[in-house]
């Protein structure tokens, strides 16, 4: 699996602890966030360049994901898949 991440958000998910999460939660809304989720979720652990991700095991098996840091409207890591579902952080950090 390819993991693609801008150097933006490399730097982010190392200032963060060096992991991005991602999951889909019980609210049926898609996640990624350098901090685990409360709710119980099975990960696989997936060494990247320079941070681990950790993706939910019911995501599937995607080819590649492709991980951006963005500004606004706050801090933020957004996570792509190539089967273009799309996660993004809800809480500010």
Known sequence: MRIDATDDARE?????????????GSDEISH??????????QFEEIPADG?????????GEPGWWKLEFHHL???HITATWDSGIYSSSVEPL
């Open 12 to 24: 982010f998910i190392q200032a963060h602890g060096g992991k991005v999460y991602v999951w889909a």
């Open 32 to 41: 990624a966030s350098p901090h685990p989720p409360e709710e119980r979720v």
């Open 51 to 59: 941070f681990t991700l950790f993706q939910d095991v019911t995501i």
């Open 73 to 75: 409207p706050h801090a």
